[in-house]
């Protein structure tokens, strides 16, 4: 309820509708950005397969690429991925060598994901594969930035409610 008031939206009582339309497909934000997602996944797959890597790698990839050697737990964090869902990915991207996991030294239950070579040499090449994304959206770069925003806020607030329960 406090979010609802902070974004201006009516109270509880107030959101019953007799509007024919409130549960059409399209009228829902959560279709709105689940279609999306996979439509730009279905975008990324055929330049990711010139990297061999899938998209939930690359997106490892460009985490490390931002800050190398983070544990497996912080890579988590930043995905939004769980250890049982990152390990496999992780495992793949160490067999194309890409990149090597360690044992933190200081503390043996963390494990340290680092860059390769070949995973840093990748990065050049990931270069164009964004360029292209970015044309394919036919958006430019203001209104890129302004959604990525957007659904940063969304995404957000959307897990502070999931907090306050």
Same mark, same amino acid.
């Given at each position: 309820?406090?979010?609802?008031?902070?974004?201006?939206?009516p109270n509880k009582s107030?959101?019953?509708?007799?509007?024919?339309?409130?549960?059409?497909?399209?009228?829902?934000?959560?279709?709105?950005?689940?279609?999306?997602?996979?439509?730009?996944?279905?975008?990324?797959? /055929?330049?990711?397969?010139?990297?061999?890597?899938?998209? /939930?790698?690359?997106?490892?990839?460009?985490v490390l690429w931002e800050?190398?050697?983070?544990?497996?737990?912080?890579?988590?964090?930043?995905?939004?991925?769980?250890? +049982?869902?990152?390990? /496999?990915?992780?495992?793949?991207?160490? &067999?194309?060598?890409?990149?090597?996991?360690?044992?933190?030294?200081?503390?043996?239950?963390?494990?340290?994901?680092?860059?390769? /070579?070949?995973?840093?040499?990748?990065?050049?090449?990931?270069?164009?594969?964004?360029?292209?994304?970015?044309? &394919?959206?036919?958006?430019?770069?203001?209104?890129?930035?302004?959604?990525?925003?957007?659904? +940063?806020?969304?995404?957000?607030?959307?897990?502070?409610?999931?907090?306050?329960?």
């Amino acid at each position: 309820m406090m979010i609802a008031a902070r974004l201006g939206m009516p109270n509880k009582s107030r959101t019953r509708t007799t509007d024919s339309t409130t549960l059409h497909l399209d009228n829902q934000l959560c279709f709105a950005l689940y279609s999306t997602s996979l439509t730009m996944t279905r975008v990324y797959q /055929p330049l990711l397969r010139k990297l061999k890597v899938t998209y /939930p790698q690359y997106l490892v990839l460009l985490v490390l690429w931002e800050h190398d050697e983070r544990t497996v737990s912080a890579l988590g964090e930043k995905l939004f991925l769980d250890s +049982g869902t990152l390990t /496999p990915l992780l495992k793949r991207l160490e &067999s194309v060598n890409y990149v090597r996991r360690e044992r933190d030294a200081n503390d043996e239950r963390r494990v340290i994901v680092s860059l390769t /070579p070949a995973g840093r040499a990748l990065r050049q090449r990931a270069q164009a594969l964004h360029d292209q994304v970015a044309c &394919s959206t036919r958006c430019s770069a203001t209104e890129r930035a302004s959604l990525t925003r957007q659904l +940063g806020r969304l995404r957000n607030m959307l897990k502070q409610t999931l907090t306050e329960r």
